[in-house]
């Protein structure tokens, strides 16, 4: 049954209290939902970066449901070896029911170190539900820039300088990484629409196979935003279209939340101090417009208002 | 019990096999590969009921292989060379977490040159990582080493992982005739346990945690002194094993080592060819002797000592190097060895056989009378030597 709001999700909480993530954080928000749908019978691999440092700090953990982290690059071949430990276990009786297998990682985690480790667990085509928390850089070692930092944001690594507009390049298509794997669900999400994305987590976690969502997950410290406000930041995103929101089931693109008047992306980019020495030169500007007008061709976004 | 003609890297498989192996997560590597081969056969053809996970890389091998251990599987992966030094990160992760993984390593050369044939390098670069590492001599060994691993491994006062080193072509790759265990033998020997400290939903745990300086120290040390520990449990598996099989094979092979007035200390698969040396040296009157490592993780320091205690000078032939150290590994263990347990005896190192540059009986002899002449001198004029490199 697909949930229609709030109100139906699952009560039962396998994530916090007592995690140390800073107030604001989107990956404190993704946890939560991802554990609140995916339930007791769930086992999660998480990757090197905030969320598990931050998560299991010994002697304390906020997880409620069994949890492992192994590496920063290895999560999705992490979560290979439960679900053949799992599947070769109930074969013989040693078990007798069979867990969600849910991987959790950062960009870094995701498009750029671990992406090897990915490519392998999605081709092969194992059971499990990857899940990207995309804070759109290397936000545990203090923010350098990854390949999922956006066109013009400034990091530590990608800084705006007389050669330079901040990060230099535009955000690796993880979505589409995934899909030419050939794997029959993968989603974008935002935790603006936790309805949205609640039923998208639920859609990988019944499809068999290799699953993928890229969650974006604003981060405060590192977008320079006000800790109050990362949901509105990232429903803009979504309202500029600079991230859409759809799924791809069996190879086919379908928009899950249509946005029938786009805002334009000074209103996302003026938000966020990672954007600050760009939002006031039009030409750089532009540059982002044409990646959300793009956007919003490909999937049936309306018009800009003006 | 039933002798088949089996190689190296078959021994390993078919030990593999009787020991119902859960998940199987490895990658190709000369000359590890018909292992792998040979177990993907086992489990394509429903003679071993096993996830078999055809990984993209070593690194993604050990990882699946340390996962599926951590949810209560009994798991098993192997590798050599590249793929040695591919899953260095998570060698270390996988001892202090204290999983019971039990890994086949051919021996092989590292790059570059690149190059496919034995030495020690490989595992002589992690030898710091945490793990029980034996060697064996033979493809007989090596099937009894593996199924005693994974007794060792998944013994309550151990859990650690194993490694299994068996070197490159010289025993991957020769058949010979190897006396097996029936199946049941093999499981009453080495059973499947149920472990409770496993990722199961119906009992949650946190595998991983981040460790700050208030607990990172303690848990180092509790995998520290696991494999010191682990020694009894070593020692026992291999009695128990002889009681069933006829074959044990001790911490080490010591030959005629008693009166010997140098020892020739090796690991792996030339302790054979040094023992007929020795044998023909004894001959025409030559005092020597030699000592073949089976254990080199956890060192049996004081057993070596006492086993050197008699004779007048150590050759620690070696085929890995530690470039910028004093000398190679090996010899560094054995004079660190002799020197704790206030020995004064003169050894020397000998590399040899990198890159699977053969080791034959004339140079075996060679390094015998360099032995012989630090005896009679009772002093080393040089600590670190070659036999076989053209210089
Ligand atoms: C092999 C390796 N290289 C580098 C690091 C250091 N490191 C830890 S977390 C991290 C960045 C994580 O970034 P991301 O995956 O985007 O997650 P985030 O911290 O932003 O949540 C890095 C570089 C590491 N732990 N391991």
Not at chain 2, 5 to 31: E, R
Not at chain 2, 161 to 170: H, K, Q, R, S, Y
Not at chain 2, 263 to 288: F, H, P, Q, T, Y
Request: aromatic fraction near 8%; hydrophobic fraction near 40%; proline fraction near 5%.
């Amino acid at each position: 049954m697909p949930y229609k709001t709030v109100k139906d999700l699952p009560l039962k909480e396998n994530f916090g209290p007592g995690h140390r993530l800073c107030q604001g954080c989107g990956a404190g928000i993704i946890a939560r939902l991802v554990t609140k749908v995916a339930g007791d019978n769930t086992i999660i691999t998480n990757a090197t970066g905030c969320l598990e440092v931050s998560s299991t700090f010994y002697p304390d953990t906020a997880w409620g449901i069994p949890w492992i982290h192994i590496a920063f690059e290895n999560a999705a071949a992490a979560a290979s070896g439960i679900r053949a430990a799992y599947n070769a276990m109930i074969r013989k009786g040693l078990k007798d029911s069979s867990p969600n297998v849910i991987a959790l990682g950062g960009d870094g985690g995701t498009a750029d170190i671990g992406l090897q480790a990915l490519s392998g667990a999605l081709e092969r085509g194992d059971h499990f539900t990857y899940i990207c928390y995309d804070n759109e850089a290397y936000m545990n070692t203090g923010i350098q820039r990854s390949s999922a930092t956006p066109y013009g944001a400034w990091t530590t690594t990608s800084p705006p300088g007389k050669l330079s507009p901040g990060q230099k390049t535009e955000k690796k298509n993880l979505v589409a990484i995934a899909v030419a794997h050939g794997i029959k669900y993968a989603a974008t999400a935002n935790v603006a629409y936790i309805v949205d994305a609640a039923n998208k987590i639920e859609k990988a976690l019944n499809t068999s196979g290799a699953s993928f969502i890229h969650f974006l997950s604003p981060c405060t410290p590192g977008w320079r935003i006000d800790t109050a406000s990362s949901v509105k930041v990232s429903r803009l995103a979504v309202q500029t279209a600079l991230w859409p929101l759809y799924e791809v089931v069996n190879g086919e693109y379908i928009t899950t939340v249509k946005v029938a008047k786009r805002l334009p992306v000074t209103e996302y980019l003026k938000v966020q101090g990672r954007f600050r020495h760009i939002v006031n030169k039009p030409e750089e500007v532009a540059k982002i417009q044409a990646i959300a007008d793009s956007n919003a061709a490909k999937f049936g976004y309306g018009p800009l208002s003006q | 019990m039933k002798t088949i003609l089996l190689s190296g890297n078959t021994s390993l498989s078919y030990a593999v096999k009787q020991l119902d192996v859960d998940v199987i997560s490895a990658y190709p590597i000369t000359p590890q590969t018909t292992m792998v081969e040979k177990l993907s056969e086992y489990v394509a053809n429903g003679e071993l009921n096993a996830e078999f996970i055809p990984v993209e890389s070593e690194h993604s091998a050990l990882t699946a292989a340390l996962a599926a251990s951590a949810a209560g599987a009994r798991v098993f992966t192997s590798t050599s060379s590249q793929g040695l030094l591919l899953m260095h990160e998570i060698l270390f992760i996988t001892a202090a977490m204290r999983m019971p993984v039990v890994m086949g390593i051919a021996d092989r050369a590292v790059s570059a040159p690149i190059n496919i044939w034995n030495d020690h390098s490989d595992i002589m670069a992690q030898r710091d990582a945490g793990w029980i590492c034996f060697f064996a001599e033979s493809a007989q060994e090596a099937y009894d080493k593996t199924i005693q691993s994974y007794r060792v491994a998944e013994d309550e006062n151990v859990h650690l992982p194993v490694n299994l080193n068996f070197d490159g072509f010289i025993l991957t790759h020769t058949y010979e005739p190897v006396t097996t265990l029936d199946d049941e033998e093999v499981l009453k020997y080495a059973p499947k346990k149920i472990r409770s400290l496993v990722l199961d939903p119906k009992s949650p745990y946190t595998f991983g945690a981040l460790g700050s300086p208030e607990y990172y120290f303690e848990a180092k040390y509790q995998a520290v002194k696991a494999l010191e520990d682990s020694f009894d449990a070593i020692v026992k598996a291999d009695k128990e094993y002889k009681k069933i099989s006829g074959r044990g094979y001790g911490i080490f092979n010591a030959y005629m080592t008693d009166d010997a007035d140098t020892i020739l200390v090796s690991l792996g698969s030339i302790g054979g060819s040094v023992r007929e040396i020795v044998r023909r040296m004894r001959r025409d009157g030559a005092k020597v002797g030699s000592l073949s490592l089976k254990l080199f993780r956890p060192f049996p320091a004081k057993q070596i000592v006492d086993t050197l205690l008699k004779t007048k000078s150590v050759v620690v032939l070696e085929k890995a190097t530690s470039p910028g150290a004093i000398s190679g590994p090996l010899h560094m263990e054995i004079q660190a060895s002799l020197k704790t347990f206030d020995v004064t005896i003169p050894a020397i190192n000998i590399i040899a056989g990198l890159g699977g540059r053969e080791i034959g009986p004339e140079d075996i002899r060679i390094m015998f009378n360099k032995g012989l002449k630090v005896a009679s001198q009772k002093r080393v004029d040089t600590i670190m030597d070659y036999v076989g490199v053209n210089i």
